[in-house]
């Protein structure tokens, strides 16, 4: 009886033993994974794209921009507002305002990588929405292959329109979108795609 015991206390302790060692590796995975390979985030783009861009914007918006400053380093990164949001704020670069069915194109600063088989998907602000401002698009698709891209690293833009009665104005650095990123799932005996990413936006399919 006592032989049984023994037996059935380095049982016990054996079981917990592999319990802890697997739920400590798995831990040391998940810690590792996290420190130092990323999953998804945001990223400044270069200085060099994002004056190309900047110009870019400012001359072909010049009628409508009241305040801008060629500085990228000022411009938060995307971000979420409270604990729980699902979406993460993009903000402008510069101060503008957009009277009734005037639109502008805004270089955000901002490039994201993700998984393989996400996304990052940009939808109208709610309060600018109840605004009638909205993106042109209506919703944005922005593809895990599109990051580091080669025509422009991956730079993102917000396209707004102003469909309401009013002029709406947008300050340096106020929240002027939202984006979110979510999974993709992809068809069953597809027809693999071999095409690798060279531009941008509209780049593709054509």
């Not at 998804?40 to 060099?48: P, Y």
């Not at 921009?65 to 971000?79: C, Q, S, T």
């Not at 990588?113 to 042109?136: H, I």
Request: charged share 25%; aromatic share 14%; with cysteine.
């Amino acid at each position: 009886m006592e032989n049984f015991i023994v037996k059935l206390i380095e049982s016990v302790v054996f079981a917990l033993l592999f319990i802890w060692m697997s739920y400590t590796s798995q831990g040391i995975a998940v810690w590792i994974k996290s420190f130092f390979i990323k999953s998804r985030g945001f990223e400044k783009v270069s200085d060099e794209q994002w004056k190309k861009d900047f110009n870019s914007a400012l001359n072909e918006y010049k009628n409508l921009i009241v305040i801008a400053e060629n500085n990228n380093d000022g411009i938060p990164l995307p971000k979420r507002a409270t604990k729980h949001a699902a979406g993460y704020d993009v903000f402008s670069p510069f101060e503008f305002t957009l009277n009734p069915g005037e639109e502008i194109k805004i270089p955000t600063g901002f490039k994201a990588y993700m998984e393989d088989d996400e996304k990052l998907s940009f939808y109208t602000r709610s309060g600018n929405g109840f605004k009638y401002v909205r993106l042109a698009n209506q919703v944005g698709i922005g593809d895990s292959d599109y990051y580091e891209c080669e025509s422009n690293e991956g730079h993102y833009w917000v396209k707004l329109r102003n469909e309401g009665t009013k002029p709406f104005t947008a300050t340096v650095n106020s929240a002027i979108a939202q984006c979110i990123f979510t999974k993709v799932l992809f068809a069953d005996n597809e027809e693999k795609a071999e095409e690798t990413r060279v531009g941008g936006f509209g780049s593709t399919s054509k």
